[in-house]
């Protein structure tokens, strides 16, 4: 069973900062790795799906990037309505992780 | 606009059998090849995969709890079913169902999620 880390679990930042949250699988695999964006009271958001392709409709502020074992989440240019939680979800072997999930604030 | 609705008993019995139903709208669920997903989350835990269904009524499990699950498919409703046999406790969460792209196997689409709580 492969096991995904996810740091960190708060992340505090301001409008305009670019943020970076990484997750890391316990060995390495394929690049099936997405992450989703959520806020409280909504269904969960597809960003990014492969690693690093951008779902339709999202801004291109986010990206993701990474391979084997680690895998990054980035955000150029914050903006208000991304203050949110953010999880990653790995595929391996016919089963799915997540991660723990980044609360990310306000500073 | 796809969207998903699950339904069923907020409050299980332990040692009963939680059953949640999952409504599509705005797709075919025995479309393409697309597969739907049960996941829950405990509060202030992460989110567990707990099993998939495509429309041919292929299944698989998370093996941590494949001896107690049971999901099932009803193209004729597009809806698909959640049962999970001899619950407890630790079954208390959140349970969402979502889409599943076989392309690239994210969940495109989720639904809001419900809660069941497992109490005497």
């Known amino acids: 069973d492969i096991q995904v880390t996810q740091s960190p679990s708060i992340l505090s930042a301001s409008v305009g900062d670019r943020v970076t949250i990484t997750c890391r699988a316990s060995?390495?695999?394929?690049?099936?790795l997405a992450w989703y964006q959520q806020k409280p009271g909504k269904a969960p958001r597809l960003l990014i799906y492969?690693?690093?392709n951008l779902e339709d409709g999202v801004p291109s502020r986010f990206s993701g990037s990474g391979s084997g074992t680690e895998f990054t989440l980035t955000i150029n240019s914050l903006q208000p309505d991304d203050f949110a939680t953010y999880f990653c979800?790995?595929?391996?072997?016919?089963?799915?992780?997540f991660g723990q999930g980044t609360k990310l604030e306000i500073k | 606009q796809v969207q998903l609705q699950e339904s069923g008993p907020g409050l299980v019995k332990p040692s009963q059998t939680l059953s949640l139903t999952c409504t599509v709208s705005?797709?075919?669920?025995?479309?393409?090849?697309?597969?739907w997903s049960w996941i829950r989350q405990p509060a202030g835990e992460k989110l567990e995969w707990i099993g998939r269904?495509?429309?041919?009524?292929?299944?698989s499990y998370n093996p941590s709890l494949k001896s107690r699950v049971t999901i099932s498919i009803d193209t004729s409703k597009n809806q698909f079913s959640l049962r999970l046999d001899s619950v407890a406790a630790p079954d208390t969460a959140v349970y969402y169902c979502?889409?599943?792209?076989?392309?690239?196997?994210?969940?495109?689409?989720w639904g809001l999620g419900t809660l069941v709580t497992v109490s005497s």
């Open positions: 979502a889409r599943g792209k076989w392309l690239h196997f994210a969940h495109d689409y």
């Open positions: 705005g797709a075919s669920i025995s479309s393409g090849n697309d597969y």
């Open positions: 269904i495509y429309a041919s009524g292929y299944v």
């Open positions: 060995q390495s695999s394929s690049s099936w």
């Open positions: 492969r690693a690093s």
């Open positions: 979800q790995h595929y391996d072997s016919s089963s799915f992780s």
